[in-house]
C-alpha cells in the first residue's frame, strides 16, 4: 500500500501545484497509459524488473493530479472561483459541522445551485456558513439541504501577523467563499436522511444526556470535549492550558480515543474466543461500534483514519492474514484522500498521521531500550515511547504552524493521557447510568472529581517556567528537522555509517538557517495596522521591539500585540495608551491625519503611508497634494461607512492605493 498511497499522493500535490489544464492532463494520463502498456506487454526479465513499477508509480501519479483537477472546487464551468457577483441566493447541503452555540451555527457546505439574476443556475464549490438561529430552533445535520438567502462573499480577510488566518483554514477544506444567514434568512429544504439522519439524533441524544448528568458546565464541556470532540462550552483559558501543557490532542477526539474504544471492547468480547467463526463475529461488531462512533463524532479527519486502520486490522483478523501497522497505514490514507483528496492540505490530517507513523516506527525501538520490571512501571513506560514516538514526527510541523513548543509535554502526557482514559471510561458510564438513583449521583461526583483533577493538572504544567517558549522556523527548516529525526533514527537502531556524517551536515545546516534568521530578524522593520473593526490599533517593529499603539485597551487587543510578538520574535514589547500624528522614524515614518486636524504642511519628503482616523470629512486633494504617500491610504475601522465609501472611490478614481481595515482586514506593510 506504501507503493500505492505514496505516488498517488505526490500526484495530489504536483495536481495543486502546477493547475494544469484539462487538455493538459489529458495528455499525461494518454501517455501514463502508454508507459504502462509498453511495460507490461512483455515477460519482466532481471535486466528490466524495474520497467513495471516505474511505469506504475507513473500512472499513480497520473491519477493523482487528474483526481486532485477532478474533486478540486476552483474548477470547471460552473465554480464558484469564476465569480460571485450577483448572488443573492443558494442552495446547498451541509458537508461538516464546525460548531454551535445557542445562536449560532457554523457549518461547511457544498453548494449546488445559485441564485442570481432572478434564476437558479448550477454551481459548484465550498462555502463556511454562518446561521444565526433561536435557542430553540434545532440545528441543521450533516446531510441536510438549506436555501440562503444571502450573497457568497470570498474569504480574503487579511488576519493580523501571527493571528488566525482564515483563508487558510478554509482553504485546506476546500472553502474559499463563505456565507452569512441572519435569521430568517434560511430554511430547511430537507433534512438528513438514512444512516447520516440516525446518527445525527444520536449524537443529539448524547448532548442531551450530558446536559443531565447534573454536571457543571465547565465540566460538562470537558466531557463534550474529551467524548464527542465538542468544544463550544470550553473556556479559553482551557484551551489554552491544554495547548501550553502539549495536551491539546486529548481535546479533539483523536486516534487514542477510538483505540481507547477498540480496546475495551476487544476485552469485553475476548469470551467469544479465537475461532474463526467468532473472530468474524467479534470483528463485525466492534466495526459496526467504530463506525457509529465515527459518526457520532461528526466523521473528523483524526477519527475517520483511526476508524480505517483499526477497520483493516479488524478484516484482517478474519482471515488468515497478517497486518502491518505501516501498510494498513497506508491504505488507510489512500482510502481517505480518495474519498476526499482535500483532507491531505488539513493540519489536523497532516498531524494524525504523522503522529501514527512516528508511533509505527519509533514505539517498539523505544520500549526495548528498557524492560520496566513491574506493570505499573511498564505502564508509564509505554506512555513515555508513545509521547516520544509520536512527538518525534510531529513536532517539526507544530514548530512551524504554532512557533512555540510545550517544554513539559512529556511529564503532561503522562498524567494528562491517563485522566483522559478514566475521562472516557467514565463518561461512558456516564451516559449510560445518570438515570439511575445513586449510582448516577456517584458516577457525577466521580467524573466532577476527575475532570477538576485534569484541569488541574493541564494548569500546572501550562504555567511552569519556561512552558510554551517561542520557536519560529521555515518550511526549509522544517524539513531540516525532519532530516534530522529521520538520520538520527537510522544512526541510533540502524547503525548506518554513512548517516553520522549526513546528520553532522544537516545539523551545520541548520544552524547557519538559523543564523540567518536571526539576521533577518534583526534587520526587520515592518508597520502593522491590526485588524480590529471598531478601533484603530496600530505596531511598528524595528528589529527585535514591538511597540504597539491604541487610545483603547482591552483584552482583544492583549490577545493581538502577544501573537504578533511571537510571529515576528520580538523580546521587547512597549505599549502605548495613545496615538501620536507621526510613527516610525524617516524616510518610512506613518502619518496619522484625523479629519478634525488642519491641513497638514507640504512635507519635502513624502511619508510611507497615512492612516487617516475618526468620523468628519476628509479633503482628499489637498491631503494627496500636501503629502502624496507612498502606499496610498489606509482608512480607520473609526471611519464611518459612507465616509469610508467615499473615499475608496475617490481613490480609485485617481489611481491611488487604499486599504480599508474594516472591509479588507490588517494593513501589513
Known amino acids: 500500500m506504501l507503493r500505492i498511497a505514496v505516488p498517488f499522493t505526490l500526484g495530489l500535490l504536483l495536481g495543486d501545484a502546477l493547475q494544469w ?94 441564485h442570481r439574476d432572478g434564476q437558479w443556475t448550477k454551481a459548484r464549490g465550498r462555502v463556511l456558513v454562518t446561521l444565526m438561529k433561536d435557542s430553540l430552533e434545532p440545528e441543521p445535520e450533516a446531510g441536510a439541504t438549506l436555501v440562503l438567502s444571502c450573497r457568497v462573499d470570498t474569504i480574503d480577510r487579511v488576519p493580523d501577523p501571527g493571528g488566525f488566518d482564515q483563508r487558510l483554514w478554509a482553504g485546506s477544506y476546500g472553502a474559499y467563499h463563505a456565507c452569512f444567514a441572519t435569521k430568517g434568512r434560511w430554511t430547511v429544504l430537507s433534512p438528513s436522511l438514512g444512516a447520516l439522519s440516525g446518527i445525527a439524533d444520536l449524537r443529539g441524544h448524547i448532548v442531551s444526556w450530558i446536559k443531565a448528568s447534573d454536571l457543571p458546565q465547565r465540566e460538562r464541556g470537558m466531557v463534550k470535549a474529551i467524548l464527542l470532540g465538542i468544544r463550544d462550552e470550553l473556556d479559553r483559558d482551557q484551551k489554552v492550558a491544554f495547548a501550553r501543557s502539549g495536551t491539546m490532542h486529548v ?63 479488524l478484516i484482517a483478523d478474519m482471515t488468515p492474514w497478517r497486518s502491518q501497522p505501516i501498510n494498513s497505514l497506508a491504505a488507510a490514507a489512500f482510502l481517505l484522500l480518495l474519498w476526499d483528496p482535500l483532507m491531505l492540505w488539513q493540519l489536523s490530517f497532516q498531524l494524525s498521521f504523522l503522529a501514527v507513523l512516528g508511533i509505527s516506527f519509533f514505539y517498539k525501538p523505544i520500549m526495548w531500550a528498557w524492560a520496566a520490571p513491574n506493570t ?21 510541523l507544530a514548530l512551524y504552524w504554532f512557533k512555540a513548543f510545550p517544554v513539559w509535554f512529556l511529564p503532561a502526557n503522562l498524567v494528562i493521557v491517563g485522566l483522559v482514559s478514566l475521562g472516557v471510561y467514565g463518561g461512558v458510564l456516564l451516559l449510560l447510568l445518570h438515570s439511575v438513583p445513586f449510582v448516577g449521583q456517584l458516577i457525577t461526583a466521580a467524573m466532577k472529581s476527575l475532570l477538576l483533577l485534569l484541569g488541574w493538572t493541564s494548569d500546572f504544567f501550562a504555567y511552569l517556567p519556561g512552558a510554551y517558549p517561542s520557536i519560529r522556523i521555515d518550511a526549509f527548516q522544517c524539513l531540516l528537522l525532519y532530516a534530522l529525526v529521520f538520520l538520527t533514527a537510522a544512526w541510533l537502531f540502524e547503525r548506518w555509517k554513512w548517516t553520522l556524517r549526513a546528520l553532522l551536515v544537516v545539523l551545520l545546516a541548520v544552524l547557519l538557517s538559523w543564523g540567518y534568521t536571526a539576521r533577518r530578524t534583526n534587520a526587520q522593520d515592518h508597520f502593522v495596522v491590526y485588524d480590529d473593526r471598531e478601533h484603530l490599533a496600530c505596531a511598528w517593529v524595528h528589529g527585535r521591539a514591538l511597540t504597539a499603539l491604541s487610545d483603547t485597551t482591552d483584552e482583544w487587543l492583549d490577545r493581538k500585540v502577544e501573537a504578533h510578538a511571537r510571529s515576528c520574535g520580538a523580546s521587547l514589547v512597549q505599549r502605548v495608551d495613545s496615538m501620536p500624528q507621526v510613527l516610525g522614524r524617516p524616510p518610512a515614518d506613518v502619518l496619522i491625519v484625523r479629519a478634525t486636524d488642519p491641513m497638514p504642511a507640504v512635507r519635502s519628503f513624502p511619508p510611507s503611508a497615512v492612516v487617516l482616523e475618526g468620523p468628519g470629512r476628509f479633503n482628499m486633494d489637498g491631503l494627496q497634494t500636501a503629502l502624496t504617500p507612498r502606499h496610498g491610504f489606509i482608512l480607520s475601522p473609526s471611519i464611518p461607512a459612507r465616509g469610508r465609501s467615499y473615499i475608496r472611490h475617490w481613490c480609485s478614481s485617481h489611481g491611488v492605493s487604499v486599504h480599508d481595515v474594516r472591509m479588507q482586514g490588517a494593513y501589513v506593510r
Not at 60 to 76: E, I, Y
Not at 259 to 279: N, Q
Open 251 to 313: 481535546l479533539a477526539v483523536s486516534g487514542s480515543h477510538v483505540a481507547l474504544i477498540y480496546g475495551a471492547l476487544l476485552v469485553g468480547l475476548g469470551w467469544l474466543g479465537e475461532r474463526l467463526r467468532w473472530r468474524v463475529v467479534r470483528s463485525v461488531l466492534i466495526l459496526l461500534v467504530l463506525w457509529v462512533y465515527a459518526g457520532i463524532t461528526g466523521f473528523s479527519p483524526s477519527v475517520l483514519r483511526a476508524t480505517a486502520t483499526f477497520s483493516l486490522v
Open 376 to 396: 505499573v512501571l511498564h505502564y508509564f513506560w509505554s506512555l513515555f515511547a508513545v509521547s516520544i514516538a509520536a512527538q518525534a514526527f510531529t513536532t517539526p
Open 21 to 114: 489544464s484539462p487538455f493538459a492532463l489529458a495528455i499525461w494520463a494518454l501517455s501514463a497509459v502508454v508507459a504502462w502498456i509498453l511495460a507490461t506487454r512483455s515477460a519482466p526479465t532481471y535486466r528490466n524488473r524495474w520497467l513495471r513499477g516505474a511505469a506504475l508509480v507513473f500512472v499513480l501519479l497520473t491519477f493523482g493530479m487528474a483526481w486532485q483537477a477532478v474533486r478540486s472546487p476552483l474548477h470547471g464551468p460552473v465554480s464558484l472561483a469564476r465569480g460571485t457577483s450577483g448572488i443573492d441566493g443558494s442552495k446547498v447541503r451541509v458537508f461538516e459541522l464546525i460548531g454551535t452555540t445557542e445562536r449560532t451555527t457554523r457549518c461547511w457546505a457544498d453548494v449546488q445551485a445559485v
